[in-house]
């Protein structure tokens, strides 16, 4: 047998735990920051030293513990779980736009939220809980709405876009019928922070990712064989529609249940993939990079929206800043390629 | 490779997209081990005809057999261990190597927890050697010439190690040259690796040349099927493609030559 092709793919894999690993320890390193700054300042052995249980002093492990683990948490599962769900959208949709920020999970949970927060006067929990339902929903009826035999990408994205429309129209109109303190508070949800997620939201989140990520990794190898297109996919055996609502599944679950954390945060999802993409570069499985991508990408931008700016700003300030001109980019680039359509 | 030789027929099938039927009720045996081309204008189901083999396409009537079994009754993963297919149009992800694509033609044969083994690059090596892309192996599908991915295409076909290999209009975007260069390589593949091919073809007299069994297909129904030699004539060619012609004996193969007649030239 040849050697070249071994060597190849020796090599792609030795290059892809590299960018891996070099990408989990800087989403460790910011993890660990986001525990340092602050009001009072902690050097890393005592964050370390606190979360591993190696010093014993009660003034900081109550601030690393009680008060700065719930916010570095928060920003690491939904960085985690937005990275996962955008590459997977973009990689089962074969476009780079469609993500579920843009093809109306999202909207659907904004409409929930805002409903919940401005028409109810609803809790935070029972807001996370709404949110969850109506980003469900809303991917239940872009699926089924798409549904013709199957689903096919553009489809999908075309029907997700008019949802995400419609949502956005009726979040408009809440808002603007609301009650001057009702629609604060619902725009403070709507930007989305990791600032606001509850213990019980951050707790169900973290069992879901847990138990989601493995089997989503498990399940990459049908992405791999559904990005070579759906014929070339059943021709080597995989259930097509199985294998996309599937995947599309685990992604939505990821996406609504960090919404219902910390709002709709945007762009984490849209650019994680891509930027996994280009600095992994093998052409190969992203879907941990991706992941780890948007949980360097969350925390990073909740640093600069706490600590950086001269005002504190909710996490979603920052991404959306960034993410915008990346988005604009995208789209002069892609349809360039005419790749976007 | 498996020693023994599948066989794959169908019976009474129709296929169609939802609407009305675009094959209606035909018989079909693959002759194992030979070159089979599949002929016939636009439209006439030719795609059709080969995506419903690999169950692509559900069948509204009949069913399709692999070695006397109904194909539907398998499941997708055995189908996949014995037919191969290259689509007409195949999607290469973005920056993906040559060896990774045609790694991924192992699918069918690894499982949930396996990882890649000995055999998966023994495979991989084989097809990359056998289509000559062995020296791409490294390069981005993006970089290569039409004809190289074609090649390379091929390669992942031939990776999944399948006893048959089906492909839809394998020569559609490629020059003379590369078409003629690929039709080679596939008769080597049938003749030395005892693969069964089916193909659709665009080009008449290339499909005379090289398949050993022609099936040409007017309306969503076999008009003819035999070896080029004898069935190819001035009226079927009239009736399957309307176009008056002359057919005479390909200098070099002696297969049949469709020489075309028109208004100037007659």
New interface residues.
Partial sequence: MSVVAVQARVHRRRRELLVTGVLALVVVALFVLTMMVGSYRLSPFQVLGSLLGITDDPSVDFIVRDLRLPLAASGLAVGLALGLSGIVFQKVLSNPLASPDFVGISQGASVAGVVSIVLFHWGAVTTSLTALAGALLASALIYLLAWRGGVTGYRFILIGIGVSEFCIAVVGYVLARAQLFDARAAMTWLVGSIGQTGPLQLRILLVALIVLVPVALLLGRWLNALELGDDTASALGVRVETARLSLLGIAVVLVALSTAAAGPVAFVALVSGPIAVRVVRTGGSVLLPSALVGAAVVLGSDLVASHVLPVPLPTGVVTGAVGAPYLIWLLATVNREGRGG | MTPQTRQLSAKDVSFGY?GDDIVRHQDVEVPTGRITAIVGPNGCGKSTLL?GL???LKPTSGEVLLDGASIQGL???????S???L???????????????????R??H?G?FRQ?TADD??A???A??VTNT??L??R?IAELSGGQRQRVWIAMTLA?DTELVLLDEPTTFLDIHHQVDLLDLLTDLNREASRTIVMVLHDLNLACRYADHLIAMKDGVIAAEGAPVDIVTPELVGEVFGLSCQVVPDPVSATPLIVPLGRHHH
């Fill in positions: 939802g995506r690999v169950r692509l499941r997708s993963v055995e189908v996949a261990k037919i191969g297919l689509p007409q149009t195949p999607v290469a992800p973005d920056g993906i190597t040559v060896a990774d694509l045609v790694g991924r033609g699918y069918p690894q949930w890649w690059d023994r991989v090596s084989n990359l050697a062995t020296d192996a490294d981005t999944q």
